[in-house]
């Protein structure tokens, strides 16, 4: 059933359900912008669009909270397009559709065959909600809305210093509740591109489609440590192996299809010798039942088809293919280290997110994640090195700086004894291995104050995303006693 409204608290979810039906996939987030700028003066609140797209909506404190500091609530307004390949979704015209699940652990809120769109969804639900809100007691408040969070960053690398006026920003943008964040790891893509050189397919070959798919998927940098596999380095293991076994030429290589995302899916089309075709099938076989055997335990749904398509004229030549497949392979990807200073955090890892044919070139995008600038360049370095050897050509782009951790945070120790005094237990304080904004808004309000929470979600950025209902409301329940005890201006 979809009928959020009967979940508490029923302002911030009449609120999501609105959200989910306006399509907002990242680059595409018009239709939700201009949805909660006419929310926001309906609702009689000041509300300002910067030049990159950024929201800014501003209320006054509530009697007898004028001399509080400042807060900016912050949330991203879009999300990660990913669907399952049976679902037909089209992310620019079509509603996401939630419904609620009654699991072992509680009841969740999904989405049919998509993202849910919960990251950061909730979190941008919860500040209008507050906004809203006649009853939650604030001091000066502010919200910001920052667009391009998922594909770039760019709504917060174009932030601009003097727009606000706050001390403080809560960024709602963590995943998992009794959890506070007061530092996220920086990160940088990188983008390595070769020439494709195309020979005639030679008689005697049959052309073929191979797909894997039904992985998990997920955040690269949330579940880059929970052993999810990753289909581009599957399939591309398989076809090495298989083109050094049999004479197999491609044709086509694609992967995944966002660079924060693990791939859940690859194909790629093909030619082998005719002679080779009945012991390739098996090959295919086994391969299966070796991941089946191997990863059966996490990804539960692993499949790969083989068909025949129409055929194929042209291939990829010998060398072009040895260059490829073979750099790929050694593509560094998943965890390369764990953090020496914090248990249990990962603290530099890599995502092979995307590998795409564009007509005579291929290309293959990774996002390189660390908690230190030395961690990235190690990445850096060491997929520069295999992509050079190769013969590619590689460029990196879009380097957004880490959130350095304040021990000294005024408003994470608010944060922290609210959440013991309202829950009778200490929360964590933690460093998130993700991209959280909060490092690059550093650049324009250096003097802010920052700390992060929000609920429950697991696996976003796959289809199998879902945010716990309960959670939900502790979370709430945390934000408004926050407000209420924000420290009085020095």
Known sequence: ???????????????????????????????????????????????????VGNIFIKKPATLGMENCQGVILQAHMDMVPQKNADTVHDFLTDAIKPYI????????????????????????????????????????????VTIDEEAGMSGAFGLEAGWLDGDILINTDSEQEGEIYMGCAGGIDAEATFKLIFEDVAQDFTSFTLSLSGLKGGHSGVDIDTGRANANKLLVRFLLEASQQFDLRLVDLNGGSLR???????????????????????????????????????ETDIDMLLISPEVFDQCWSSKTQSLILNALNACPNGVVRMSDDIEGIVETSLNLGVVRCKGRKFVAMSLIRSLHDDGRLMAESMVNSVFT????????????PGWKPDTSSRIMK???????????????????????????????????????????IKFPHSPDEKVNVAAVALYWQLLVAVLKNIPKKA
């Open 1 to 51: 059933m979809s009928n959020l409204s009967q979940l508490q608290p029923t302002n911030l979810w009449q609120l999501f359900e609105k959200v989910c039906s306006i399509p907002h996939p990242s680059k595409h987030e018009q239709k939700i912008s201009a949805w909660i700028q006419s929310w926001a003066k309906e609702q009689g609140l000041a509300v300002k669009e910067d030049a």
């Open 101 to 144: 699940v009654e699991e072992t652990d509680g009841q969740w809120v999904t989405a049919e065959g998509t993202t849910l769109g919960a990251d950061n969804g909730i979190g941008l639900c919860s500040a209008l909600a507050v906004l809203a809100s006649n009853d939650i007691v604030h001091g000066p408040l502010e919200v910001l």
């Open 260 to 298: 924060n995302a693990i791939p859940r899916e690859a194909d790629a089309s093909l030619v082998i010798a005719t002679k080779d075709v009945e012991a390739f099938k098996v090959s295919v076989a086994t391969y299966l039942a070796t991941l089946r055997t191997t990863l059966g335990s996490i």
């Open 389 to 400: 050897l190769a013969g590619a050509k590689v460029e990196f782009s879009g380097a957004y």
């Open 414 to 456: 608010t944060v922290r004894d609210t959440y013991e005094t309202l829950f009778n237990k200490v929360p964590e304080i933690m460093v998130i291995h993700a991209g959280l904004e909060c490092g690059l808004f550093k650049t324009a309000y250096p003097n802010w104050d920052m700390v992060s929470f929000g609920p429950t």
